[in-house]
């Protein structure tokens, strides 16, 4: 059962401009959403979360979007830096249990 | 502690062998988390623990599949009698106490590769 989806597998942009990640989901009960950064033979490292009680929070670069009556969260991430080339994973948890989507690869060229 | 710690990092066995792996998580977080992850796909929850309690339980953990966290300390994942299937990295997360941001710490994976 895909309760998070992403849809996209691959994002190329160019340094500089803005990457923009999208995410959905169908379970209402997650209470937190999370992205995750993966770099080859690494385990997810965690990036930033946002509560179901808001709609935006922000970090430096980066700032996740959350559209509850949509279902949808987005993670922009500007502007775009060639280290940040990686794959990310949208994630949503409810109590103990959290949900990956399938991830996207971005590739941010130089 | 440097982070959670995963062993053996890569694991090659035949069809119908046992394999065990081991996670030490980060010292005083008191949850953890075993993922598999496949080609091309998010982490997929098996299981996990509160302590030594194992709250929840994936459909994907079959009986072949077995996890324990005896002390509510380090854990282990073991799978009988392996299929071809079961290839795949294994992941081992955990969290601390507090709640909230249900932020995971992952380790590096132990990758398992089924002849």
């Known amino acids: 059962d895909q309760q998070v989806k992403q849809n996209s597998p691959s994002l190329s942009v160019q340094e500089g401009r803005i990457s923009i990640l999208n995410c959905d989901y169908t379970n209402s009960m997650f209470d937190y959403f999370l992205w995750y950064k993966k770099y080859p033979a690494e385990g997810p490292t965690f990036l930033i979360s946002?509560?179901?009680?808001?709609d935006k929070n922000e970090d430096g670069r980066f700032t996740v979007f959350l559209n509850k009556s949509a279902k949808h969260l987005s993670l922009h991430i500007v502007p775009s830096q060639p280290g940040d080339s990686a794959v990310y994973f949208c994630?949503?948890?409810?109590?103990?249990?959290?949900?990956f989507g399938a991830g996207t690869r971005l590739t941010v060229k130089p | 502690d440097t982070g959670v710690s995963q062993d053996p990092r890569h694991k090659i066995t035949k069809r119908g062998q046992n394999v065990t792996f081991r996670c030490d998580p980060i010292s005083e977080h008191n949850r953890l988390y075993w993922y598999r992850q496949t080609l091309g796909q998010g982490p997929e929850f098996l299981t996990y623990?509160?302590?030594?309690?194992?709250?929840?339980k994936s459909r994907l953990l079959s009986d072949r599949f077995s996890a324990e966290r005896p002390k509510g300390s380090f854990s282990t994942l073991e799978i009988q009698r392996t299929e071809q299937g079961d290839s795949a990295m294994y992941l081992c997360a955990s969290s601390p106490p507090t709640v909230n941001t249900g932020e995971l710490f992952f380790g590096e994976g132990s990758r398992l590769t089924v002849l």
């Open positions: 946002i509560s179901s009680i808001k």
């Open positions: 994630a949503a948890s409810a109590g103990g249990d959290m949900r």
């Open positions: 623990f509160q302590n030594e309690a194992q709250l929840e």
